[in-house]
């Protein structure tokens, strides 16, 4: 199981993205590459590796839609990013399964609306687990910095169910949907 995050993916992503150039490559033209990865990661449907990667992650359909509310208030959270991954179909991770190493599909960030919702359109995990980090803004979350709150939530068939800290998290069909306290 991968739950490992941002803080681990990022410098993963940008040592990759270092050893790829080569010959003549200026401070600049670096610097550029990483701030082009770190703006392709934020993103809704996360079935398609981003950069230089080519991967699709194949399976069945799933939108994850997650409501950030605050904890004392219940008011939804805007302005959070939510960084969310998990497993394809096989239950292998982009960036760290041996065959996957090259791709960096079902991973993603974004912001959460007014109404405190994201929503992401990927496939269904082969382990039945969706992974979350919750930061105060997405160039935080960008740079991996600023981690409110991790957590895991798991899928079942079973109509609804609770997990790790209270929430809520509801499967219908193809639509995960879970209310989140920060």
């Keep these: 199981m991968d739950e490992r995050g941002l803080s681990h ?27 082009c990865e770190a703006a392709s990661l934020v993103r809704g449907d996360i079935r398609r590796s981003f950069g230089t990667a080519k991967g699709v992650a194949r399976g069945l359909p799933l939108t994850i839609d997650l409501r950030l509310v ?3 208030t219940g008011v939804p959270a805007a302005g959070l990013a939510v960084y969310l ?3 394809d179909r096989d239950g292998n991770y982009s960036l760290y399964s041996p065959a996957l190493t090259g791709e ?6 974004q912001a959460t609306g007014a109404d405190g919702r994201v929503t992401f359109t990927s496939v269904f995990p082969g382990n ?10 997405v ?4 740079k991996a910095t600023g981690l409110l709150l991790s957590g895991r939530l798991p899928l079942s068939v079973s109509p609804a ?8 998290g509801v499967v219908s069909g193809s639509v995960a949907s879970l209310t989140l306290a920060v």
């Design 9 to 35: 993916d990022v410098p993963l992503l940008r040592r990759r993205r270092m050893l790829g150039l080569s010959g003549g490559t200026t401070v600049a033209v670096l610097a550029g590459a990483l701030e």
């Design 70 to 72: 605050g904890a004392a």
């Design 85 to 87: 991954w998990h497993a």
């Design 104 to 109: 960096n599909y079902l991973r993603g960030v």
């Design 128 to 137: 039945g687990v969706i992974h979350y980090e919750i930061y105060p803004s």
């Design 139 to 142: 160039a935080q979350a960008t």
């Design 161 to 168: 169910y609770a997990y790790e800290g209270g929430a809520i």
